[in-house]
């Protein structure tokens, strides 16, 4: 496995990719409101990227043994776990919508981030999955420095997770970025501390837990290829950041000016 280590001008691209990425999650969060159909959503996310001067890295996107993803960024309502593909159906208030945006600049470089949105007023349930799931995301990042190990990601987040009931997502994980959108290394959401990648300075890669109101267990809806959802139908939430590892610890590259407030335990989003 071999996994690219970011110099100088590689940082640089990765800081603008993922500065501008954000920055589309920005525009989109005041019109996440219900009667919103998540197609506009999509709608709005492109004309944001063509604003920019960025363009979607999902549209078309096809990995080997999927068709072609025809959405410019993916909407994952409810039971939800990710890939949602956006369509004409309404957000109601009540929701819970994960918008996940991944752009590509003009030199090439992938910024990958993504929020769940509560729309209206909703659920204790759901308010408590949606914190929870960004809690544990942010304690995840805090794991963070050269010499650490993704096992050490992981265990903070499925700890945290587990030790409130709630259930991690196994089959899908965050991943190594720069000029590939999944690159290596994996960066699982379970695990035990000190195994797995030791983390290096330069490296680059995404945090994105999925975590569960029910069971882990997950399954394909219908025949799109692409939208998965909870076996049990229980809410899924998810958070994602892209991380740099510096020389003394992390820089969330994904952060913004628009982006929620931290949670009280965050005392610093680059080391």
Known sequence: MTIEIKDAAGIAG???ACRLA????DYLTPHIV????????DRLGAECMKQQGTVSATIGYQPPGYPPYPGHLCTSVNHVVCHGIPNDKALKKGDIVNVDVTVITKDGWFGDTSRTFLVGECSIAARRLVKLTYESMWLGIQQVRPGAHLGDIGHAIQTFAEGHGLSVVREFCGHGIGRKFHDEPQVLHYGRPGTGV??????T???EPMLNLGKRDIKELGKDG???ITKDHSLSAQWEHTIL??????DVLTLSAGYPPLPDFVTATAT
């Open 14 to 16: 990765m800081r603008e």
């Open 34 to 41: 219900p009667g919103l159909p998540t197609i506009e959503i």
């Open 22 to 25: 954000s920055e589309v999650l």
């Open 245 to 250: 590892v510096t020389e003394t610890g992390f």
């Open 198 to 203: 030791e983390l290096k300075p330069g490296m």
């Open 226 to 228: 692409w939208t998965i």
């Open 205 to 207: 890669f995404t945090i």
